[in-house]
């Protein structure tokens, strides 16, 4: 199985989170772990928009840093080509989803298209779970 992280999901894995938990699990069952390229950005102004807040201090946030930049080149990490952004409008038309969820969601899709492997979808965000249900992938947390 691939498990696809949405960038909500991948945050859990370095910040403790409802469902954190249940993320690690599902890493665990899983053969490969992928991710949109736009995750990196949206992880890194997370990490500094939660060290801004206070939310975590500067060593904290250092060693945050630290285990996200090992991890990433582990990642699976799906690029944002012309096509996954033309799928993206056409599901943010379909669904009320933001921009660069839609994004995840058409990463997951077409990643999901061109494997043989199931791809479970991870994500915290109500409207993006359902929305990747309706698509006919299998969803966790």
Do not use: N
């Amino acid at each position: 199985m691939i498990l696809y992280l949405d960038t909500s999901s991948l945050l859990k894995l370095y910040i403790s989170e409802p469902d954190s938990e249940q993320t690690y699990a599902c890493i665990d069952q899983a053969e490969v772990v992928a991710t949109s390229r736009i995750a990196y950005a949206e992880a890194r102004a997370a990490f500094a928009r939660k060290h801004r807040s206070g939310e975590l201090a500067r060593d904290e946030y250092q060693g945050v840093l630290r285990h996200f930049e090992g991890d990433w080149d582990r990642l699976f990490v799906l690029e944002v080509t012309p096509s996954v952004v033309e799928l993206a409008g056409e599901l943010a038309e379909k669904y009320p989803l933001r921009g660069f969820d839609a994004i995840h969601l058409a990463s997951a899709l077409m990643l999901s298209r061109k494997v043989e492997s199931p791809v479970a979808f991870s994500c915290a965000d109500e409207h993006l779970t359902k929305a990747a249900r309706v698509e006919g992938m299998g969803t966790s947390l």
